[in-house]
C-alpha cells in the first residue's frame, strides 16, 4: 500500500485511492505520415461507399432500401 493514499471521509468511510501512473511516451512512434495515410484511408472508404450506394440503387431502386 505504499503508492496508495487512504482517506477518511465525514461519515468514518475509508476510501483508497491509487496513484497516479506516469505518462509514457514512446519516442520511437513517428507520426509524421499519419495525416496523410488518414486522407487516403477516408478516401477509400469513401469510394466504397458511393460504391455501394449505386449498387443498392441499382438493385433495389431506392436510394437508401427500406427508407426511400
Known amino acids: 500500500m505504499a503508492n496508495s493514499q487512504v482517506t477518511t471521509e465525514s ?3 475509508q ?3 491509487p496513484s497516479e501512473t506516469r505518462p509514457y511516451i514512446d519516442e520511437s512512434v513517428s507520426y509524421d505520415s499519419y495525416p496523410k495515410n488518414a486522407e487516403k484511408v477516408n478516401g477509400r472508404w469513401a469510394m ?3 460504391v455501394a450506394l ?4 441499382v438493385t433495389t431502386g431506392q436510394i437508401i432500401p427500406g427508407i426511400f
Not at 449505386?54 to 440503387?57: D, I, M, P, Q, S
Open 11 to 13: 461519515g468514518g468511510r
Open 15 to 17: 476510501n483508497m485511492f
Open 54 to 57: 449505386l449498387g443498392a440503387y
Open 48 to 50: 466504397i461507399g458511393f
